[in-house]
C-alpha cells in the first residue's frame, strides 16, 4: 500500500472515530484526572519545576496542555517540554531566557479518548527570575509607655515569595535573643502572623536593643539575615496629645485564606497612651457597629487584633477607634477570606436512552463563588450557567463528558460527570463498499454500498466533500433487502476525466455515523474542480481537501501569494492533497490558496479557494466587586468586548434567561463592545448568576459573576409567648431566612427575670432543637421561664425574640363581648388577655369557624405571656370587607378552657373609577372625562389625575392634578408634544383612596424640533471630505418622531446660503449619526451646521462648526528650483516654496531626489535627502559625473509633483591608475606598451604618460602619449631588464601610477596581443569593433572564432586590417564570446572579448491577478534573457469601445492595479516594456471586465412607506449590482392622470427620500429611474397615502374607468369609423379561409417548406403570415404568443399538429435550421408524421410541445455575456433552440437541405451545429453561440432590417412607437434568395398589419423603453426623464393589446421589464396562470390578413 493511501486511511479513520459510535456492552469510560494541576504553580528559574498531569479512563486517556484559548501547547527548547506522560517541564532557565508568553501563562490540561475530552482547572504559571536583594530593619520612633511594631522590610518584587522566619534582639553586651512565632499573647515580644515583631509598653531599656529579621524564600528556601539593624527610638511625652496615626495607615484592605491565622493592625501613638477599640460593621444594627467579641480565636494585644483561623464569617468592615483623654482616631480596614473553591456532580456517571431527559446537579463550594458555567468535552455550553444542568431530549451527541467549572478571580474548580446512551441501538456498520479504481473515460461506472444497523441507516453519497442529488448523469438507487439491511448505487453515466475524485459513502443514523472512501481515478489532463469560499474561527485547524481529477496525477501542491506552502510549521500538506493549518490566525493565514496538480507530460492545474477567518468574541473578565452587596444598594457591572468581529450582538442573561423587564435591572448598550448591567435598588430576588453572552458570526462568547445580596435575617415564623399544660409536648418553633443563612439557637435565662441567658442543654431524651424549633418533652413546672431565640448570620446585629413559657391551670377572660372598627386595607390587631393558671393555649375563631392564620397569610397570631396570665393578638394584615365577621377567643389549659368575642366592622375607600376617556387633545393639553365610582360610605373629597410617560415608572416620575370629588371633566395641561402618557384616575374620601383605574394611553400631536442637534462634530477624513458626527436633539425637544436631519456646508468664508444634505434618522440612539461629505475642496475651511425635521417641519440649526479638510499634496513642484557645482563630489541645490494657493496643506519639507543621469530610469540607483530648508548640498557624488537632480514638497497628505529634473556635473579630479599594462617585444630593440583606460577617469583625459627605467639604473624617462593613444613602442633599447608604467591626467593634474611591468629585449619576437580582454556593450543596429593588435616576428597568424565557430567574413563581419573585427549593424544574435588568437614559431596568445547587445526590451508577459467594479490588477513578468536592464513598463488599457489610455510604471513595480474604471465595463490591456534603447513591442491584448451591474429594483413593500401625505423612498433597497449608485430620477402622478411630475433628477443614492405636498387618501403612479455606471433600471410602483387619520383606504373601483367608456361610445364620430373597420376584418378573415381550403389542394412537394396539414403557413403561392414565435428568458416558463399555428402537446393528441416556419423581421436572412438526431417517425392520427423519439411527450400534457418550431427574439438580450456567471449555468441550451417540426415530405424523408439560412446570427446556434432532440436525456451536443462581443451592433442591424421590412430606422431617443411595421414597396421582393428546391426560402409580400396603438407617449418625447447595453459607450447613460411624460400602460386593460409583430411585443416586455423576468419576482407567472393563459391562447381569434392577436406579456 503507497502513502498515499496510509494517509487517506489514517485521516477518514480519525473522522470515522470522531463521529462513530459503539453498541453493545459498553465497557468504555470517560476521561477522569488522577492528578490535576493546582490553581497556581509558582516556581523559581534557578530551579524549575514540573507539572503533572494524568487521567485515568478506557481506553486510556491521550493528555495533552493547551493554553487559555484553546491553542495547543508545543515544545520550546530549553524552556518548556511536554513529555509524553503528560506531565508539564519548565527546566531552569537564566535570567536573559524568560519568555512572558512561557513563563507567565495560563495553561490547562486536557485528557481525551474515544469518550470525550475533559479539561483541568486553570493553571497559572510563573516563573520567578532570582534577583539579588537585601532584607532591612529601620528605625521606629515611639513614644515611651506606647507599644511599637518593628517591620521587616524588603523589595516588592518578592515581597510574596518570603516569610519571617524569626526576630533576633541584640544589646551591648552582645546578649542574643531570639523570638519566633507564638501562641503566647500577653509577652512583651510577640511575633505577630503576618512577620511584624510587636513591642508592647516600650521603656528606654528597650532602645538599647537593636532588632534584625530572618527571611525565608518559600521557593528556592534560602534564608537572609536583615543587612541592617533595626532600633527604637524612645522620646518622652511632652504634654499630652491627642492620638496620632501614620500617614497613609488609616486605612487597610486584607485578604486571607480561610484558616490562616492573620493580624489587623492599628498603629496609634499618645500621650498618655491611648486606648484601643475594635467594632465591626454591622448593616442594621442601630449605630451601624458592634463591638469585637474576643474569645480564645480572636485576641487584641494593644492595637493589634489577632484572628486564628480564619472564617469566611469573618469578613467584613471593621473599625479601631485609638482614643485617650485629648482626643481619638480612628482605623478603618476592609477583611475578605477566601474559601477555597471546590465542586461535585450529582450523579458522577448516568446512563440515558436516546430521548429522555438527563439532569446534572453541580454542587460548588467556597468563597468567593463568581461565576458557574458547564463544559461538554473541553468546551463551553453556551447559557449553562445554572447549578442544574438539563438535556430536555438526550441525542447522540449529547453524549460524552461534562464538567461544573466554578470561579473567582484567583482559582478555579471543576468537577467530572459521563453521560452514556442506553437503549439497544447498533450503529451503522458498512457490508460492502466499492475499491479505488483507475479507468478510462466514456463507460459507465457503478460504485455499490451496503450498511447495517438499528435504526436503519441512511446512505449518502459525496464527491470530494460536496454531497451527490440525482442528475441526468448521477442516479441513485436505494434497496432494503431487510430490515435490517440498505443497498444503495451510485450510478455514473459516460464517465469523463472531470468526474475523478474521493467518492465517499456515508450510512448514518439518529446513533452513529459510518463510512467508506475510496478514490476513482479517470485517466485525463489534471483538473481542478471549484471550491466554495471557507469561512473558519481563529486558533482552530482548518483543513482543505483539493477536489482534483485526471490520472496520472505526479504531484499536488498549495501556494499562497506565490510561495509554495508550507512556510511554517502550523502548516502541513498530506500527499492527498490536503492542507492541515493549526492555529490559524487572521493576519497571517487569511486569504487565497491555490492548490495546484501536475501530471508527467508537464500538465497543470490550479484551483482557488478563498479563507476568511472569524475572530470569535472575548469578554473581559467582570465581577461584582469585593466589598459585600447589601440590601437596598447599587451596583453595576461592565461588560466589555475586547476582541471579536463586529458586529456584536450583547446580550445579558439572568439565571439562564434573557433580562427583559425585571424590576430594577437595566441594560445600557454603550457602544459596539461595551454592555453596562445596572442593578438598582438590590433586592434578594436580584441574587443569582448573571451571564454577558456576546454573539457574531464566528460563534458566542459568555461570562458570567454571580451576585450575592446580604440580607440580614428576616423572621419566618417569630417565637411567641406560649403556655402549655403540664406533662405535654412543648413545641416552639423559630424561623428565619436571610443570606448567608441564619444560624438559629435557643437560650434561657438563669433567673426569673430575662437578662443573662445562658445556651440550652439538648438531649435527645426531653429537649431538643431541630431546624429552630424547640421540643420540649413532657414539659414541667421546672421549665417555666424566659427563652430567647437568636438568629445571626453576620449581617446586621441579627434577630432575637424572649419569649416567656408558662405552665398553669384553666384560663378565664374579664370581657366577654365588645365592637371594634377598621378600615379596609388596613391592618388591625385584635386582643384577648386570658388570665389563669400557665400554660395556657388560645385558639381564634372566626363567625364560629376555626380560623387557622396558615390558611391565609394575611392573619397572624401573638402571644404575650403575662404575669397574671396569656395575652393573644389576632392581626390581620390587610382587611378586607369579607373580614367583617364575629371573632372568638378560646383559651385553654390542662384544667379547663374560656372564651370571649370580639365584632369586626370594616369601613371602605372607594371603588375604582370607571370611563376615564378623552374629551380633547392637543400638543400640550389634554381634556379627561369619567364616571364617579361608588364612594364606600364616605363623601369622595377628591380626585388624583395620576399620568407619566410611558416609558416611566408609576412609583417614581408620576404627575398628578388635583380635582374636586364633585367634578367628572378636568384638563392636564403642560404636557410634551408627540409624546406618549398614561393617564389614570384615584379617588379619595376620609377613609382612603381607591384603586387606579384602568390606563389610558394617549400620544400628544407633533410639533417641529424645539432643539438642536448635539454634540456636533466634524473631522476631516481627507483633502476631500468631512465627517460630520452629532447626537439627536434632547428627547424632550423632539416633538414627535424625528425623521431626519439636513447637514448644512459652506465654506467658512463664504456668505451663501448652506448647501443642505439630508441624513436618515438613526434607530440605534446608542449611535452617534454621521455624514460623510464628499468632493470639497482640499485644506479649505468650512462651516456645518445640523438640524432635524419631523412630519411637522425643521427644527433650528445647531451653532457653526469650523473645520478644515485634511491636507492634500502640493500640486505645483517648488519653484526657482537650480543647481550648481561645488566640488567634484558636491553639487548645491537651491529653490524656493511651492505658490501658496498650490500647496493645499502646510509644506512640511522638501525632498531632493538625485542619481547619475545615465541611471536616472533605475529608481534603486536614486538618492533622497530629506531637508526643511530652502537650499542644500548634495556629499559624497561621484566625480565629474552628469547628475539628474528633482524636487518635491511634501505635506502631511503626502508627497507633492516633482520638479522637472536638472542636470549638473560634478567638477573633475586626478584620474585613477590606468587599469591594465602590457609590455610585449615588437623587435629584438623595440617593446609596445598598452594599457586600459582608467576605470575612474575622474575627469577628461588629456594625456597618458608612459615611463621607462632600465633596470639597473636610477633613471627614469617619461613619454607623453595623446589620450587616444593606448599604446606606445619603446625603441632603441639594449638586451637588459626594463620597467614599464603609465599614468593618466586630467586638467586638475596627474592620477596615480599603474602597476609596473618588466621585459628584457631578445632576439626572438614570439606572437603577442597588446589588446586586453574586454566586455564590450552595443546598443541594437550600432557597429562596434572588437580590437586585437598582435605583435611578433614573424608577423603572427590571427584567427577569430565567434561563440566557439571560427570567423566567416560577410557583409556585416569584416576583418580590418589591424586585426581588429568590425560588426555593421549588431542584432541580438550577435552577443556572445568572440576570442582571437595568434601564433608564430616562437609562441601563441589568445585574448576573449564578451558582446552584450542592448536592444528594445521584449514583450513582457501579462496575466489577470484580480478585479474589482473600479479597478484591474495584473502581473507583469518579463523575459528572462534581457540584457539591457528595463527602466519602466507602459500598461495600456481602454474601454471597449472608448480610446487607448497609458501608464508609466516603475520597472520593479511587476504587480500594478489599474484604478478608476467603470464599474461594469468590458476592457482592453495589454503592456510594453522601456529600457536606453527604446520601447519594445507590445504584449497580447488581454480582454476582461470590472466587476458589477446594472441596478435592479427593489420590492414596494421594502421600497416605499407612506404616510398622510407624503411618501418615503428607501434608497438603500436598490440593489446596485456591484456598481455605486449615481443619481436617482423621481417622478410620480395621480393615477388616474396622463402627466407625470418631476420630483427630481439628480438625486444622490443613500438614506431615505421623502417625497412631500401628496393629497391623504388618494392612489398615486410612481417612478424611479436608477442610474450606475452599468446601466439603469426603471421601477414604477402604485401605493395609495394614509388617510389623515393614519389608516389605509380601499382599492381604487373602475368607476371612473366605466364613464370614460361610456364617453368613448357615446361619441359616434369614434364608434361609426371603427365598426366600419370591423366589417371589413370580417370580411377579409372569409376570404383568408377560402384561400386557405383552396391551397390545401397543392402538390405536398412542390416546395421544401409545404407541409402535409391543413394550415400550412408557407405554401406555394409563396404567402407568409407573420405568425412569429417565443422563447421566455432562462428559468422562466410562459405560453407561446397566441396564434394558429403553433404544435402544443393537446394539438399533437388531437391530430391537428401544425407546422410552423419562422421569420424574424429584425434580421435581413432566415434561421438556420437545426441538423436533427436520428430517431424515429411516428404516424399521427391524422397522417402526418413526426420526427421523434418514444417517450418524448411523457409527462409533457401541460408543456409547450419541444417539436414546435420557434423563433428566438430576445435571445441576444438572454445570453448577455455581462450576466453574472450564475445565471448562465442556470440556462438551459434546449430553452434556446429551435424545435422541429413534423415533416410533411415525400415518404417522411428529410432534404438534407431543410435549413434556414441566418448568417451572422447573434442569436441562434452556428451552421452546422448540432443538437440532441430527446428531452429525456441529456445532449451529447449543445449548440455553439456566436460570440455577440464579435458581431455588430445589433441597433444597427435592427434599424436596417426595419428599413428593409417596412420599419423606420430607429436610435435611442426615438419613441417606441417609432419601431412601426408599416410596409414598404422592398418589402414585396424576393428576399430568400434563389427559387424553391434549392433548399432557400421565398418569401412572399409581407402584408401591411395595422399601426400600433399609441400607449400614451408623445412622438417628441424621447423614451427610455427600448434598453440595449451595446448601444452605448461605457460613460453613456439614458438622460433623465422630462417630467411631464406620459409613460403610463394599463395593465388591466385589453386596449392595451397591440395588433402588431411578435418583435414588437417582444420589445415591448423587455422595455418594460428593464431586462429579465427572473424566477421569484413579482412580474413571474404561476402555474396556474400559465395553464389558463395557454388555455385562453387556444381559444383565442384570429384577426384577419394572416396576422394573431398579439399577447401583452406586459399586461400579463
Not at 199 to 212: M, N, Y
Not at 1631 to 1642: A, D, E
Not at 1874 to 1896: D, K, Q
Amino acid at each position: 500500500m503507497d502513502v498515499h493511501k496510509w494517509i487517506k486511511l489514517v485521516i477518514f479513520g480519525i473522522l470515522s472515530c470522531k463521529f462513530g459510535i459503539t453498541s453493545g456492552d459498553d465497557i468504555t469510560s470517560g476521561p477522569v484526572f488522577l492528578t490535576e494541576p493546582r490553581n497556581r504553580i509558582d516556581f523559581s528559574n534557578t530551579t524549575g519545576t514540573v507539572i503533572e498531569c494524568a487521567a485515568t479512563g478506557n481506553p486510556q486517556p491521550e493528555i495533552i496542555w493547551v493554553l487559555q484559548d484553546g491553542t495547543k501547547v508545543s515544545d520550546v527548547p530549553g524552556l518548556r517540554q511536554v513529555q509524553s506522560s503528560g506531565s508539564l517541564v519548565f527546566p531552569p532557565f537564566r535570567a536573559e531566557d524568560y519568555r512572558q508568553e512561557v513563563h507567565a501563562q495560563t495553561y490547562r490540561c486536557k485528557g481525551t479518548n474515544a469518550v470525550g475530552t475533559i479539561v483541568s482547572r486553570d493553571v497559572q504559571v510563573r516563573a520567578v527570575v532570582s534577583q539579588d536583594y537585601d532584607v532591612d530593619v529601620n528605625k521606629e520612633y515611639v513614644i515611651r509607655g506606647n507599644s511599637a511594631i518593628v517591620k521587616c522590610l524588603y523589595p516588592s518584587f518578592v515581597a510574596e515569595f518570603l516569610v519571617v522566619d524569626s526576630w533576633i534582639s541584640e544589646t551591648e553586651t552582645e546578649f542574643r535573643e531570639v523570638y519566633l512565632a507564638s501562641t503566647n499573647h500577653d509577652s512583651k515580644y510577640l511575633v505577630l502572623p503576618s512577620g511584624e515583631l510587636h513591642i508592647r509598653d516600650v521603656t528606654p531599656e528597650d532602645g538599647f536593643k537593636t532588632f534584625r529579621c530572618r527571611t525565608k524564600h518559600r521557593l528556592t528556601g534560602e534564608t537572609k539575615l536583615s543587612a541592617t539593624a533595626g532600633r527604637l527610638v524612645i522620646t518622652e511625652p511632652i504634654g499630652k496629645t491627642s492620638p496620632k496615626i501614620p500617614k497613609g495607615f488609616d486605612f487597610n484592605v486584607v485578604k486571607v485564606t480561610n484558616g490562616v491565622s492573620y493580624v489587623l493592625l492599628c498603629e496609634g501613638q499618645a500621650s498618655p497612651p491611648p486606648i484601643f477599640r475594635w467594632y465591626k460593621f454591622i448593616d442594621g444594627q442601630v449605630g451601624g457597629k458592634l463591638p469585637v467579641k474576643l474569645d480564645d480565636r480572636v485576641k487584641q494585644v494593644s492595637g493589634t487584633l489577632i484572628i486564628r483561623d480564619a472564617k469566611v464569617g469573618d469578613s467584613g468592615k471593621y473599625l479601631c477607634v485609638v482614643n485617650n483623654s485629648v482626643g481619638g482616631e480612628s482605623v478603618e480596614t476592609i477583611l475578605t477570606v477566601t474559601a477555597p473553591l471546590s465542586a461535585s456532580v450529582e450523579p458522577a456517571s448516568q446512563t440515558a436512552e436516546y430521548g429522555r431527559p438527563a439532569v446534572f446537579t453541580c454542587n460548588p463550594e467556597g468563597n468567593p463563588i463568581k461565576s458557574l458555567s458547564w463544559y461538554k468535552d473541553g468546551k463551553a455550553l453556551p447559557g449553562a450557567n445554572e447549578s442544574v444542568l438539563k438535556i430536555e431530549s438526550v441525542k447522540k451527541d449529547d453524549k460524552g463528558m461534562y464538567q461544573c467549572f466554578v470561579r473567582n478571580d484567583h482559582e478555579s474548580a471543576q468537577f467530572t460527570a459521563e453521560l452514556k446512551l442506553g437503549g439497544k441501538f447498533d450503529p451503522p456498520q458498512l457490508l460492502s463498499t466499492f475499491p479505488e479504481r483507475t479507468i478510462q473515460p466514456g463507460p459507465t461506472v457503478s460504485l455499490k454500498c451496503s450498511a447495517s444497523g438499528n435504526p436503519l441507516p441512511e446512505i449518502t453519497w459525496e464527491i470530494d466533500g460536496k454531497r451527490i442529488t440525482n442528475t441526468d448523469r448521477y442516479q441513485i438507487n436505494q434497496l432494503t433487502p431487510s430490515a435490517s439491511e440498505v443497498v444503495s448505487f451510485l450510478n455514473i453515466s459516460s464517465i469523463t476525466t472531470n468526474d475523478g475524485g474521493l467518492y465517499v459513502c456515508k450510512a448514518s443514523s439518529k446513533v452513529g455515523v459510518s463510512e467508506h472512501s475510496a478514490r476513482q481515478n479517470v485517466y485525463g489532463m489534471p483538473f481542478v474542480k471549484s471550491m466554495e469560499k471557507m469561512s473558519i474561527v481563529a486558533g482552530e485547524t482548518m483543513y482543505i481537501n483539493c477536489p482534483y481529477a485526471g490520472h496520472p496525477i505526479d504531484s499536488i501542491s498549495w501556494e499562497r501569494g506565490g510561495r509554495i506552502l508550507p512556510i511554517n510549521k502550523r502548516q502541513q500538506i498530506y500527499p492527498n492533497g490536503t492542507l492541515v493549518v493549526e492555529g490559524v490566525q487572521r493576519n497571517a493565514d487569511q486569504g487565497s490558496y491555490t492548490c495546484v496538480v501536475k501530471s508527467s507530460p508537464g500538465y497543470s492545474a490550479k484551483g482557488t479557494v478563498e479563507v476568511q477567518v472569524m475572530v470569535l468574541p472575548k469578554i473581559l473578565p467582570f465581577d461584582f466587586g469585593l466589598d459585600p452587596i447589601f440590601l437596598g444598594g447599587t451596583t453595576q457591572v461592565t461588560c466589555l468586548v475586547s476582541e471579536g468581529d463586529l458586529p456584536l450582538d450583547i446580550q445579558w442573561n439572568f439565571l439562564g434567561s434573557e433580562i427583559s423587564s425585571r424590576v430594577g435591572i437595566t441594560t445600557t448598550r454603550a457602544s459596539s463592545r461595551i454592555s453596562y448591567l445596572v442593578i438598582e435598588p438590590v433586592i434578594p430576588g436580584h441574587r443569582g448568576v448573571y451571564t454577558c453572552r456576546a454573539s457574531n458570526s464566528a460563534g458566542v462568547a459568555e461570562f458570567s459573576a454571580e451576585l450575592y445580596v446580604h440580607v440580614p435575617p428576616r423572621w419566618i415564623i417569630e417565637p411567641t409567648d406560649k403556655a402549655f399544660a403540664q406533662g405535654s409536648e412543648a413545641k416552639i418553633e423559630c424561623k428565619a431566612d436571610g443570606f448567608p443563612k441564619p444560624t438559629l439557637s435557643w437560650k434561657r435565662a438563669t433567673g426569673s427575670t430575662p437578662g443573662d441567658y445562658r445556651d440550652i442543654k439538648t438531649n435527645s431524651g426531653t429537649v431538643r432543637v431541630e431546624d429552630g424549633t424547640l421540643t420540649m418533652s413532657n414539659i414541667q413546672k421546672s421549665s417555666e421561664g424566659y427563652y430567647l431565640c437568636e438568629a445571626s448570620n453576620g449581617i446586621g446585629a441579627g434577630l432575637s425574640a424572649v419569649i416567656y413559657v408558662s405552665v398553669q391551670a384553666p384560663p378565664h377572660f374579664e370581657i366577654k363581648f365588645r365592637n371594634q372598627t377598621a378600615r379596609r386595607n388596613e391592618p388591625v390587631v385584635l386582643q384577648c388577655e386570658a388570665k389563669g393558671e400557665k400554660p395556657i393555649g388560645i385558639l381564634w375563631n372566626m363567625n364560629n369557624k376555626r380560623l387557622e392564620p396558615k390558611s391565609d397569610n394575611r392573619y397572624t397570631i401573638r402571644e404575650e405571656i403575662l404575669q397574671s396570665g396569656v395575652m393573644s393578638d389576632l392581626s390581620i394584615r390587610k382587611l378586607d370587607r369579607s373580614d367583617s365577621a364575629l371573632y372568638t377567643c378560646v383559651a385553654t389549659n390542662a384544667f379547663g378552657s374560656d372564651d370571649t368575642s370580639i365584632n369586626l366592622i370594616v369601613q371602605e375607600v372607594p371603588e375604582t373609577p370607571s370611563g376615564l376617556k378623552v374629551l380633547d387633545k392637543s400638543g400640550r393639553v389634554v381634556q379627561l372625562q369619567w364616571t364617579a365610582p361608588y364612594d364606600g360610605n364616605a363623601p369622595i373629597t377628591r380626585y388624583l389625575i395620576e399620568y407619566k410617560l410611558i416609558k416611566g415608572d408609576w412609583n417614581n416620575d408620576i404627575e398628578r392634578v388635583l380635582v374636586p370629588g364633585s367634578a367628572t371633566v378636568a384638563g392636564v395641561y403642560n404636557l410634551r408634544p408627540s409624546t406618549n402618557y398614561h393617564f389614570r384616575l384615584i379617588a379619595e374620601n376620609e377613609v382612603g383612596a381607591s384603586e387606579p383605574s384602568s390606563t389610558v394611553t394617549i400620544v400628544t400631536a407633533e410639533e417641529v424640533p424645539s432643539g438642536p442637534p448635539r454634540g456636533v462634530k466634524v473631522e476631516a477624513l481627507d483633502q476631500s471630505t468631512l465627517k460630520v458626527m452629532w447626537k439627536p436633539p434632547s428627547r424632550e425637544h423632539w416633538n414627535g418622531d424625528i425623521l431626519g436631519y439636513y447637514v448644512g456646508y459652506k465654506l467658512g468664508s463664504s456668505d451663501k446660503p448652506f448647501l443642505f444634505e439630508t441624513v436618515e434618522f438613526n434607530r440605534d440612539h446608542s449611535k452617534e449619526h454621521s455624514l460623510q461629505i464628499n468632493n470639497l475642496k482640499t485644506y479649505t475651511e468650512y462651516s456645518v451646521v445640523v438640524q432635524a425635521f419631523n412630519k411637522v417641519g425643521a427644527g433650528p440649526m445647531s451653532e457653526e462648526v469650523i473645520q478644515f479638510t485634511g491636507e492634500g499634496t502640493p500640486d505645483q513642484p517648488p519653484q526657482d528650483f537650480t543647481c550648481a557645482t561645488l566640488t567634484s563630489t558636491t553639487i548645491g541645490v537651491s529653490w524656493s516654496s511651492p505658490p501658496l494657493a498650490n500647496a493645499n496643506g502646510v509644506i512640511k519639507g522638501y525632498k531632493v531626489i538625485y542619481a547619475p543621469a545615465k541611471l536616472w530610469f533605475d529608481e534603486a540607483s536614486k538618492d533622497t535627502k530629506i531637508t526643511s530648508q530652502s537650499e542644500t548640498v548634495l556629499h559624497g557624488l561621484k566625480k565629474y559625473t552628469n547628475y539628474s537632480i528633482t524636487i518635491l514638497a511634501y505635506t502631511g497628505g503626502g508627497d507633492g509633483v516633482k520638479a522637472t529634473p536638472m542636470h549638473c556635473y560634478t567638477e573633475q579630479d586626478v584620474p585613477d591608475a590606468p587599469q591594465s599594462v602590457k609590455a610585449l617585444q615588437m623587435s629584438p630593440e623595440s617593446i609596445l606598451i598598452s594599457w586600459l583606460s582608467p576605470e575612474y577617469p575622474n575627469g577628461i583625459i588629456t594625456q597618458y604618460t608612459v615611463y621607462v627605467q632600465e633596470a639597473e639604473r636610477e633613471e627614469i624617462r617619461s613619454h607623453r602619449v595623446p589620450s587616444f593613444q593606448l599604446s606606445f613602442e619603446a625603441s632603441g633599447l639594449k638586451e637588459d631588464r626594463y620597467n614599464f608604467w603609465v599614468t593618466a591626467s586630467t586638467v586638475i593634474g596627474e592620477g596615480e601610477q599603474s602597476k609596473q611591468v618588466s621585459i628584457s629585449p631578445s632576439s626572438r619576437v614570439p606572437a603577442k596581443i597588446a589588446s586586453f580582454d574586454d566586455k564590450f556593450t552595443v546598443n541594437f543596429k550600432d557597429d562596434i569593433k572588437l580590437p586585437c593588435q598582435a605583435v611578433g616576428i614573424p608577423v603572427p597568424e590571427l584567427q577569430w572564432r565567434i561563440k566557439g565557430s571560427a570567423f566567416v567574413p560577410s557583409d556585416r563581419h569584416r576583418l580590418l586590417p589591424d586585426g581588429s573585427l568590425l560588426i555593421r549593424e549588431v542584432s541580438r544574435d550577435d552577443a556572445g564570446e568572440y576570442s582571437c588568437s595568434v601564433e608564430n614559431p616562437y609562441g601563441q596568445d589568445t585574448i576573449s572579448h564578451i558582446l552584450t547587445v542592448h536592444a528594445p526590451p521584449s514583450p513582457p508577459a501579462v496575466s489577470l491577478t484580480s478585479s474589482t467594479t473600479s479597478s484591474i490588477s495584473i502581473k507583469l513578468k518579463p523575459k528572462k534573457e534581457e540584457t539591457a536592464p528595463i527602466y519602466s513598463y507602459i500598461v495600456h488599457y481602454k474601454p471597449e469601445f472608448g480610446e487607448w489610455e497609458q501608464i508609466q510604471i516603475a520597472n520593479s513595480q511587476l504587480e500594478y492595479t489599474v484604478e478608476g474604471l467603470q464599474c461594469g465595463q468590458k476592457y482592453q490591456l495589454y503592456a510594453s516594456a522601456q529600457n536606453t534603447i527604446g520601447t519594445g513591442e507590445g504584449s497580447e491584448i488581454i480582454h476582461t471586465r470590472t466587476k458589477g451591474s446594472g441596478p435592479t429594483k427593489p420590492e414596494a413593500s421594502k421600497f416605499l412607506e407612506p404616510s398622510s401625505n407624503s411618501v418615503t423612498l428607501h434608497l438603500g433597497t436598490f440593489s446596485d449590482g456591484g456598481c455605486p449608485m449615481l443619481y436617482f430620477v423621481v417622478e410620480y402622478k395621480i393615477r388616474s392622470s396622463s402627466d407625470w411630475t418631476l420630483v427630481t433628477n439628480s438625486l444622490k443614492p443613500g438614506g431615505n427620500f421623502v417625497v412631500l405636498d401628496l393629497a391623504p387618501g388618494s392612489w398615486y403612479n410612481l417612478k424611479v429611474t436608477a442610474h450606475n455606471n452599468a446601466g439603469f433600471a426603471v421601477a414604477e410602483y402604485e401605493f395609495a397615502t394614509l388617510t389623515v387619520t393614519g389608516a389605509t383606504i380601499a382599492p381604487a373601483s373602475d368607476s371612473a374607468n366605466n364613464e370614460e367608456i361610456l364617453k368613448l361610445l357615446m361619441n359616434l364620430n369614434l364608434i361609426v369609423p371603427i365598426c366600419a373597420a370591423i366589417l371589413v376584418i370580417i370580411a377579409a378573415i372569409v376570404v383568408i379561409i377560402v384561400l386557405k381550403r383552396s391551397n390545401n389542394h397543392y402538390p405536398k412537394d412542390d416546395m421544401v417548406y409545404s407541409q402535409s396539414v391543413n394550415h400550412s403557413t408557407l405554401g406555394k403561392q409563396n404567402q407568409l403570415r407573420d405568425e412569429l414565435g417565443y422563447i421566455p428568458p432562462p428559468n422562466r416558463k410562459l405560453p407561446p404568443v397566441p396564434g394558429n399555428n403553433y404544435n402544443t402537446v393537446d394539438r399533437i393528441k388531437r391530430g391537428t399538429l401544425r407546422s410552423h416556419a419562422t421569420w424574424n423581421p429584425r434580421q435581413k436572412h432566415m434561421y438556420e435550421e437545426l441538423a436533427l438526431e436520428k430517431g424515429t417517425l411516428r404516424t399521427l392520427p391524422d397522417g402526418s408524421h413526426l420526427y421523434a423519439r418514444a417517450g418524448d411527450f411523457a409527462g409533457m400534457e401541460d408543456e409547450i410541445a419541444p417539436y414546435a418550431t420557434f423563433h428566438l427574439l430576445g435571445f441576444r438580450e438572454e445570453m448577455d455575456p455581462g450576466l453574472p456567471s450564475g445565471q448562465m449555468q442556470g440556462m438551459n441550451p434546449q430553452q434556446f433552440q429551435t424545435m422541429p417540426h413534423s415533416s410533411g415530405m415525400n415518404g417522411g424523408q428529410m432534404d438534407s437541405n431543410f435549413i434556414h439560412q441566418r448568417n451572422a446570427s447573434q442569436s441562434m446556434p452556428r451552421q452546422q451545429a448540432h443538437l440532441a432532440v430527446a428531452p429525456q436525456r441529456p445532449a451529447d451536443f449543445g449548440p455553439q453561440y456566436d460570440d455577440p462581443a464579435n458581431c455588430e451592433d445589433p441597433g444597427y442591424q435592427y434599424a436596417q432590417t426595419q428599413s428593409q421590412y417596412g420599419g423606420q430606422s430607429v436610435t435611442y431617443d426615438q419613441p417606441s412607437d417609432a419601431y412601426g411595421t408599416r410596409s414598404n414597396p422592398s418589402m414585396r421582393r424576393s428576399v430568400g434568395g434563389p427559387a424553391a428546391g434549392t433548399g432557400r426560402m421565398i418569401l412572399p409580400p409581407y402584408p401591411e398589419p395595422p399601426a400600433p396603438p399609441t400607449r400614451g407617449i408623445s412622438q417628441q418625447q424621447p423614451t427610455n423603453n427600448y434598453v440595449n447595453s451595446s448601444m452605448y459607450s461605457s460613460n453613456q447613460f439614458p438622460p433623465p426623464p422630462p417630467s411631464t411624460a406620459d409613460l403610463s400602460t394599463s395593465s388591466n386593460n385589453d386596449s392595451g393589446i397591440t395588433e402588431g409583430s411578435e418583435p414588437d411585443n417582444d420589445r415591448d416586455q423587455l422595455i418594460n421589464r428593464g431586462g429579465l423576468m427572473k424566477p421569484g419576482s413579482r412580474d413571474a407567472l404561476t402555474t396556474e396562470e400559465m395553464r389558463k393563459l395557454i388555455e385562453k391562447n387556444e381559444a383565442s381569434n384570429h384577426v384577419g390578413n394572416g396576422l394573431t392577436a398579439m399577447y401583452d406579456t406586459v399586461n400579463v
